[in-house]
C-alpha cells in the first residue's frame, strides 16, 4: 500500500538555526498536506502542495514538492522557540482515497 | 465557522472495562469523520473512517468499534479495554471533496491500567 518516508525523525537545533524534514514516496503523489502537533495539542493543517516542483512560503516555513511528485520538503528558517513540536506530512493513498500519515519529525529548539 | 468537540480530554480506566468517546462537529452537515489513535511519541494510525450516518470503515482489525448515530456525531467503543489500547485518541473531520485538510479535535488521552 501507499507509504510515505519522513526524515528525520528528531532534530535539535539551537535557537536561530534551520531546520529541514522530508518526505519521501516511492509513486507519485497527487498532493502533499503538511501539519505541525504543538507537544500535548493536536495536528494542525499548515499547507497542501499540490502542482510539480511548487513552492510555498508562510513567514520562515518554506514548503516545496518535487519535480517528480515524489518527496516534498519543509525548512523552517531561524527556529524559535515556538515552532517546538512534531511535523507530519500526509499523503492520500491511491487505494482508499485517505489520508496516510508520516511518522513525523520532532523538532526541539535550545533557547 | 466549523468546531470540533471532542470528550473527555483525559481518561483513565482499569483494563476490562468499557470505553466510549464521543466526538462532535458543528457548522457543517455531511462531514467525512475519522478516529486516529497516536502512542506516546509516534505517528497517527487511521482507525476508522465515516463517510455517512451508519457507514464505518474499519483500517486496522482491534479491540475498538465506531459508531455514527448522528451526522455529525461519532463514537469510539470497546466492549473491553486492553493495556496497549492506550494512547491518545484523535478525531477528525473534512469536507467531502479530494484532498480535503483534515481538521483534529482536541484529543483523548486514555491510560488503561
Known amino acids: 500500500g501507499q507509504q510515505v518516508m519522513q526524515i528525520p525523525q528528531y532534530q535539535h537545533v539551537q535557537e536561530g538555526e534551520d531546520f529541514t524534514t522530508y518526505c519521501n514516496s516511492s509513486?507519485?503523489?497527487?498532493?502533499i498536506q503538511w501539519y505541525k502537533q504543538r507537544p500535548g495539542g493536536h495536528p494542525v493543517f499548515l499547507i497542501q502542495?499540490?502542482?510539480?516542483?511548487e513552492v510555498k512560503k508562510q513567514k520562515r516555513l518554506t514548503f516545496q514538492f518535487g519535480e517528480a511528485k515524489k518527496n516534498s520538503s519543509l525548512h523552517i528558517t531561524a527556529t524559535q522557540t515556538t515552532d517546538v513540536g512534531t511535523y507530519f506530512c500526509a499523503v492520500t493513498s491511491s487505494n482508499t482515497g485517505k489520508l496516510i500519515f508520516g511518522q513525523g519529525t520532532t523538532l526541539q529548539v535550545k533557547p | 465557522s466549523q468546531t470540533i468537540h471532542q470528550w473527555p480530554a483525559t481518561l483513565v480506566q482499569p483494563v476490562g472495562s468499557p470505553l466510549s468517546l464521543e466526538c462532535t462537529v458543528e457548522?457543517?452537515?455531511?462531514?467525512?469523520l475519522y478516529w486516529y489513535r497516536q502512542a506516546a511519541g509516534r505517528g497517527l494510525q487511521l482507525l476508522f473512517y465515516?463517510?455517512?450516518?451508519?457507514?464505518i470503515s474499519s483500517e486496522v482489525p482491534q479491540n475498538l468499534s465506531a459508531s455514527r448515530p448522528q451526522d455529525r456525531q461519532f463514537i469510539l467503543s470497546s466492549k473491553k479495554l486492553l493495556l496497549s489500547d492506550s494512547g491518545f485518541y484523535l478525531c477528525?473531520?473534512?469536507?467531502?471533496?479530494?484532498?480535503?485538510?483534515?481538521?483534529f479535535g482536541n484529543g483523548t488521552r486514555l491510560t488503561v491500567t
Open positions: 477528525a473531520w473534512n469536507w467531502r471533496q479530494d484532498n480535503s485538510p483534515l481538521h
Open positions: 457548522g457543517t452537515s455531511n462531514p467525512n
Open positions: 509513486t507519485t503523489l497527487s498532493n
Open positions: 502542495l499540490v502542482k510539480s516542483g
Open positions: 465515516s463517510v455517512g450516518i451508519g457507514q
